[in-house]
């Protein structure tokens, strides 16, 4: 839902980048389609992998997930609350695609979240 939205955005907004080859992405279903047949090692996949990084205010991002909730970093150790995962989630897709990558919150967040 989410996901599809921001993909769609992607998609149409920037369409005159990616028909130049500025933007380059893959969706995580074509990235499910290709660990089903084989052409991509089965390992955790962002809603948005970029093949060629791009600059989101002034940090390069290698991949965009996008998240159902609100995030806080005065939230970060609280059991209860779902965006302490944000940590490890990240640091999985960081260590298997390399650079930094970016969370899309549609619930908004707090102004100031730490970088990981």
Do not use: C
């Amino acid at each position: 839902l989410f996901e599809k939205a921001l993909e769609a955005f992607l998609s149409s907004d920037l369409k005159h980048r990616v028909a130049k080859g500025e933007v380059v992405f893959v969706t995580e279903s074509e990235m499910y389609a290709e660990m089903k047949n084989g052409t991509r090692a089965r390992g955790p996949t962002p809603d948005i992998l970029f093949l060629k990084p791009v600059s989101i205010n002034g940090r390069l991002v290698t991949w965009i997930d996008a998240k159902m909730y609100y995030a806080s970093a005065s939230y970060a150790n609280n059991k209860q609350i779902p965006n302490r995962k944000l940590k490890s989630v990240a640091k999985r897709y960081n260590d298997l695609y390399g650079g930094q990558g970016a969370f899309v919150l549609d619930r908004d967040s707090a102004r100031v979240l730490k970088m990981w």
